[in-house]
């Protein structure tokens, strides 16, 4: 459970970067097809199979207008350490449904390329949780690979980017809060798109 309290901080702090720029996004309250995705959208397409048993598998796809996804970018210093990352959020924090990202940046603001937990430092982490279960899996390991990576930055310390993002790697399974004894194998996709009232995005 402590772990898991750990990560519930993280969230929460996470929640209360996106709110500064909740306000910045375009409004788009329409219906979203998963199959029909208009180009606007934020996508994600996830598979996870269980490494124990591979016809056990997790599939979870699909598309969220503007203002329920985003990637907010930030660069401030804690306590003598800096903080250089992208936050990635699809849905709402710790909610069913919801997709959560935290990736490290080097100073030239490219993200490293290794998939990891919460205390892996110069990498990323991801945890998903697909709708009608109270499942969450939490990356353990695995790579990264960010393609058109873009930036929008209305000030030097935070702003928003748009990407596409595809992993693969290793996830542990908690329910209900609690971590079980099963491991999945992960991979998929996540196209995060410019929101319009950022501004222009450029290319670091």
């Known amino acids: 459970m402590k772990t898991i309290k750990s990560i519930s901080s993280i969230f929460l702090f996470s929640l209360l970067i996106g709110a500064t720029l909740s306000s910045c996004s375009k409004s788009n309250n329409g219906s979203v097809d998963e199959e029909d995705n208009a180009s606007g959208e934020h996508t994600y397409n996830i598979t996870l199979i269980n490494k124990g048993d591979a016809s056990n598998k997790v599939e979870y796809r699909g598309g969220l207008p503007l203002d329920e996804a985003r990637a907010i970018y930030r660069y401030r210093t804690i306590s003598d350490e800096i903080e250089h990352s992208i936050t990635m959020l699809f849905g709402k924090l710790e909610e069913v449904g919801s997709i959560y990202g935290n990736f490290d940046l080097d100073d030239s603001k490219q993200p490293f390329t290794k998939l990891g937990g919460y205390s892996l430092q110069d990498g990323g982490t991801l945890t998903i949780r697909p709708e009608g279960t109270t499942d969450m899996y939490i990356s353990t390991s695995g790579t990264l690979t960010f393609s058109d990576l873009k930036y929008a930055l209305p000030t030097s310390a935070v702003g928003a ?44």
Not at 163 to 183: A, P, Q, R, S, V
């Open 161 to 204: 980017a748009c990407y596409t993002l595809k992993f693969e790697g290793d996830f542990d399974k908690y329910t209900d809060g609690d971590k079980t004894d099963e491991t999945y194998q992960g991979s998929g996709t996540f196209v995060i798109s410019p929101q319009d009232d950022m501004g222009t995005y450029k290319a670091p």
